[in-house]
């Protein structure tokens, strides 16, 4: 079965700093993977996409970026958090159709 | 603009009744309509879905009606439970190579006791 690990479950961070959210998939391999963003009480707004190792595709630009080291691995980082980035950060697999989502990284830029 | 549209916004039923959450969308490319369900803390979670070329899609106590004609879609879920108490999100996919979903605002569902 596969498995979607997010990580840290959640963040508090000061506007300025830098920021590294991790997403790994287990059993399933070279996924389909994104990364989307939700505002609290909000909807889900896709902010990248990557179909193999080291090619990703940004959807919005948001001052994030986004980086695929490994066929399991996703990445979400930037150098310099505004007040704006905070929300609900979620990655995602698919390999055919069908879209799944992790638990998400609860973010609070301070 | 916001391609994918549902109403409404939040619904209050008694357990054991039909909620009935609507979905529409703009873009006659959409060919793909998964509705997920989220509870608070969490990732949405995919609940049922339907290609454009069906009408109808059912699962358990989860139905699907879908109008193409009318770029309508509606999530019916019968003998409400308490348990079924989220947001549910419904969203569209068109023929593109990225997979990209765009999603509805979302409605608020209690099932009350």
């Known amino acids: 079965a596969q498995t979607i690990h997010q990580w840290p479950v959640a963040e508090i961070k000061a506007v300025g700093s830098p920021l590294s959210l991790g997403c790994t998939i287990k059993?399933?391999?070279?996924?389909?993977l994104y990364w989307y963003w939700q505002a609290t009480g909000g909807t889900l707004q896709q902010l990248f996409y990557?179909?193999?190792?080291?090619?990703v595709e940004s959807v919005v630009q948001l001052n994030l970026s986004a980086s695929r080291p490994k066929d399991d691995q996703f990445i979400l980082s930037t150098e310099k958090l505004l007040l704006s980035h905070s929300g609900f950060y979620l990655c995602?697999?698919?390999?055919?159709?069908?879209?799944?989502f992790g638990k998400g990284t609860r973010l609070t830029v301070v | 603009q916001q391609q994918v549209r549902q109403s409404p916004q939040s619904l209050t039923v008694w357990e054991g009744e039909t909620a009935i959450l609507n979905c529409s969308y703009e873009d006659s490319t959409f060919n793909y309509f998964p509705w997920y369900q989220q509870f608070p803390g969490e990732g949405p979670a995919l609940l049922i879905s339907?290609?454009?070329?069906?009408d109808k899609k059912e699962d358990g106590r989860f139905t699907i009606f879908f109008n193409k004609r009318e770029k309508k879609l509606s999530l019916h879920i019968t003998d409400s439970q308490p348990g079924d108490s989220a947001t549910y999100f419904c969203?569209?996919?068109?023929?593109?190579?990225?997979?990209?979903?765009?999603f509805g605002q979302g409605t608020v569902l209690s099932v009350i006791p």
């Open positions: 059993g399933k391999s070279s996924p389909n």
């Open positions: 995602a697999w698919s390999h055919d159709t069908e879209v799944f």
């Open positions: 339907i290609r454009s070329v069906s």
């Open positions: 990557s179909i193999t190792v080291g090619q």
């Open positions: 969203a569209a996919r068109d023929a593109g190579g990225n997979n990209k979903l765009t």
